[in-house]
């Protein structure tokens, strides 16, 4: 990867972690089916040597975030580690953890954003698309607005998943987190 200076593409990988796809209380194994194309986005930026982020959901046993949802990817548990079929790149970029549903807020996250000088993309990937997805584009823009940062947000829809029960039709939450999104100013293709 380039210096943080140099780069002009950042790939955001939001929560592609075990708690959320493989085991736990939050699980749902049907937002794998998202993981080959963030794979194969992945190695296109390794190739050109652009930025990429992991941003894995980490709580302590006391989270306050356990009071509007089940206990989750507690530290520890294996469930805020990146699955498997990602893991290999974690150790190629950046790695944030987070104890809340936007990345905005994770240590390091926007001091390392401010970094990228040359920065005209940020893409991001992941689940879930109506909590965490929505919760780091959304602020981000605005973000970039409030400093006049010209720096495109893309999200691809064959890259971001939610999770799917019976109080939350994951088609419902997908397409209402695209309406959001795109009204806001980010792309959604």
Known sequence: ?????????????????????????????????????????????????????????????????????PPHCIKGSGEEEVIDELKMFENYGLSYEKNSTSTIYAKNFISDIEKMKKLKEVI????????????LAIPLINYFDENNKDINITVYKDMVETYNSDLHDRMEYNSLSFKLMKQAGINIK
Do not use: Q, W
């Open 124 to 135: 991001i990937t992941g689940c879930c698309t109506d909590i965490c997805i929505l919760n």
């Open 1 to 69: 990867m380039k210096k943080k200076e140099e780069l002009e593409e950042l790939l955001v990988i939001v929560d592609m972690v075990n708690g959320f796809i493989k085991y736990g209380n939050m699980a749902d194994p049907d937002i794998n089916k998202i993981t080959p194309r963030i794979k194969e986005i992945v190695e296109s930026f390794i190739a050109k040597k652009e930025g990429i982020a992991f941003i894995k959901d980490t709580h302590d046993e006391s989270s306050i975030e356990f009071k509007k949802f």
